[in-house]
Structures are given as structure tokens and as C-alpha cells.
T-cell receptor
Framework: SQQGEEDPQALSIQEGENATMNCSYK?????LQWYRQNSGRGLVHLIL?????REKHSGRLRVTLDTSKKSSSLLITASRAADTASYFC??????????????FGKGTKLSVIP | KAGVTQTPRYLIKTRGQQVTLSCSPI?????VSWYQQTPGQGLQFLFE???????NKGNFPGRFSGRQFSNSRSEMNVSTLELGDSALYLC?????????????????FGQGTRLTVV
């Protein structure tokens, strides 16, 4: 089952603008990861934020995590046409058996117009 | 270092047939998970294997099964295929860590196998 929702479901921006995507979840987590998917291909790992972190940066990406609100956001600065893709957040948690499982949101479809 | 490799990339099968998909994890990764992606249900967890043992299973019927070999390579099998099994099947590998290191667990995905059931 889906952990939560991503918002917005679709986002269209001009090249050079910033894109912000939000993700909410329901249960406790070990970490949260963001992935990119181009046209139904595999998932590309973008960034991981641990449950005890509030913010993390990687290049043009900035991720925040608010565990009290059970929400995260992904900011892509100075967007490029090549950033056009679907973006998914996935909460990671360990089960009692020691198994690590990701639970995904429905994703945000980002279109960057040149 | 090579990434996660899934074979085949594309498959077309007929209803009622069975199919086997393969996944080779990143070298050194012993945990392999499988996910199904469909337009309607999104990305859903199928099962996770570690050290040739299934440690966790999602909410899928028994027609979906898997196994892991001693070299950590994994296969998943779907028997008696239905039209609704058409999906992108993704495999992810990760390091199995303990304690506080678990917060750093990253899962890396392959390119997926696109299964079409006709």
C-alpha cells in the first residue's frame, strides 16, 4: 500500500526556474529517499535523508525532512530540460525480521520547458 | 562498480503462462527486493531476500514467488499469468547493516523488466 501522497501530481515549469515537490507519509521511518524515473525506466537514486536529519544538499538538489509533520520536500534549483521526469519519495523502514522495505508515494511528474 | 542488472528488459507472455525474471545485485549487496509498478497501483513491494531467505513479503497472491542464490542473484517467478500482471518489475539491492547504520541504507534499482501479458 502507498505510504502517503506526493504533491503536486504534476508540475510544469520553465527552464531555469526552481521546482519543489512535497511528500507526506504515515508511519515511523529509518530514512527517506528520493528517486527519479524517466519514461517508465528504472529508478535513479537521487538522495537519502536520515530520520535524524532536517536538511540535505546534493548539487542542485535540496531535501528537507520534518518528522513531526511526517513530510519531506525536494527542491531542484535552476531546472534543466533534462530534469523532466517523474520523482518519487520512498520511506525506508526495517521490519522486526530485519528486512528493509521502501514504501513509495505516487510520484510527481515534472516537465521542464526549454 | 556495476549497478543492478535485470534481465530480460522486455517480455511478452500469454495469459496462463509462467515467467521468470532475473536480478543481479551490486557486488557486495546481499539484500535484494522486488517491486511491481503499474499505472493504477504505483510502486508496490513484492518481497525481500537476504542470504537465500525470504525475510519479508508484500500483499501479493501466491502466484508471485522468488528465490535467491548463494551469490545473491535473485529470480522472481509469476505463474498462471493474468492480464493484470502486466507491469514494470523492478529489483533493488542494498547492503544489510545493523544498528545505527540502518539509517544510511540506500536501495539501488535496476532498469526493470517490462512484462506484457496478452
Amino acid at each position: 500500500s502507498q505510504q502517503g501522497e506526493e504533491d503536486p501530481q504534476a508540475l510544469s515549469i520553465q527552464e531555469g526556474e526552481n521546482a519543489t515537490m512535497n511528500c507526506s507519509y504515515k508511519t515511523s521511518i529509518n530514512n527517506l529517499q528520493w528517486y527519479r524515473q524517466n519514461s517508465g525506466r528504472g529508478l535513479v537514486h537521487l538522495i537519502l535523508i536520515r530520520s535524524n536529519e532536517r536538511e540535505k544538499h546534493s548539487g542542485r538538489l535540496r531535501v528537507t525532512l520534518d518528522t513531526s509533520k511526517k513530510s519531506s520536500s525536494l527542491l531542484i534549483t535552476a531546472s534543466r530540460a533534462a530534469d523532466t521526469a517523474s520523482y518519487f519519495c520512498a520511506t525506508g523502514a526495517y521490519s522486526g525480521a530485519g528486512s528493509y522495505q521502501l514504501t513509495f508515494g505516487k510520484g510527481t511528474k515534472l516537465s521542464v520547458i526549454p | 562498480k556495476a549497478g543492478v542488472t535485470q534481465t530480460p528488459r522486455y517480455l511478452i507472455k500469454t495469459r496462463g503462462q509462467q515467467v521468470t525474471l532475473s536480478c543481479s545485485p551490486i557486488s557486495g549487496h546481499r539484500s535484494v527486493s522486488w517491486y511491481q509498478q503499474t499505472p493504477g497501483q504505483g510502486l508496490q513491494f513484492l518481497f525481500e531476500y537476504f542470504s537465500e531467505t525470504q525475510r519479508n513479503k508484500g500483499n501479493f497472491p501466491g502466484r508471485f514467488s522468488g528465490r535467491q542464490f548463494s551469490n545473491s542473484r535473485s529470480e522472481m517467478n509469476v505463474s498462471t499469468l493474468e492480464l493484470g500482471d502486466s507491469a514494470l518489475y523492478l529489483c533493488a539491492s542494498s547492503l544489510d547493516v545493523q544498528g545505527a547504520l540502518r539509517q544510511n541504507t540506500e536501495a539501488f534499482f535496476g532498469q526493470g523488466t517490462r512484462l506484457t501479458v496478452v
